[in-house]
């Protein structure tokens, strides 16, 4: 059987966020089955500009997507929004079928995240995409201990997403978590 192909996509660039604790510790409990493709690409992709020749950067950014059998997202909140890079990746994603039907899971992590996650769903459903799993994990910095998560519902939700990522077309609509 084939490995399960999930794409990464963090939306902080910064190195030591909870978000890039949180992919770490997944990507360390992952089944045999799964491989984790983390981009590290999302600082380097040009302002959007709806031109009709994507720069290279952008043009990779899109394989990544189509060849990936998932997506997973996790992002903060910035000043109540989703943050800037990330909504660019994103922006450079609207007039192709990159994410039709892909299955995608979102996760924000943030002290509050309720915001850019409904905003992120919003974008999500405008390219297209095949949410399957969604999980908020509000004050995120209070479930998280020496580099890995620590709360237990958090653990269990975070596994539940990777599952859905897995088995997407066994997923009934899916429903927002609050660890």
Known sequence: ?????????????????????IIRH???????????????GLGTLPHFDDSEVAPETVQHFRTKIREADAVLICTPEYAFGVPGS???????TVSTADFMDKP??????????????ASLLLTLSAISANVVATLLIP?????????????????????????????PAHQTPPSTIHP
Do not use: C
């Open 104 to 117: 995608v899971g979102l996760i924000t992590a943030s002290t509050g995240g309720d915001k850019a996650h």
């Open 139 to 167: 004050f995120v910095r209070a479930k998280l201990k020496n580099g890995e998560v620590s709360d237990e519902a958090t653990l269990l939700a975070l596994h539940d997403v990777v599952e859905k990522l897995r088995h």
């Open 26 to 40: 997944v990507s360390r409990t992952l089944p045999a089955d799964v491989v984790f493709d983390i981009y590290d």
């Open 86 to 92: 990330l909504k660019n990746a994103l922006d450079w």
């Open 1 to 21: 059987m084939q490995p399960t192909n999930i794409f990464v996509i963090i939306g902080s660039l910064r190195a030591t966020s909870s978000n890039h604790t």
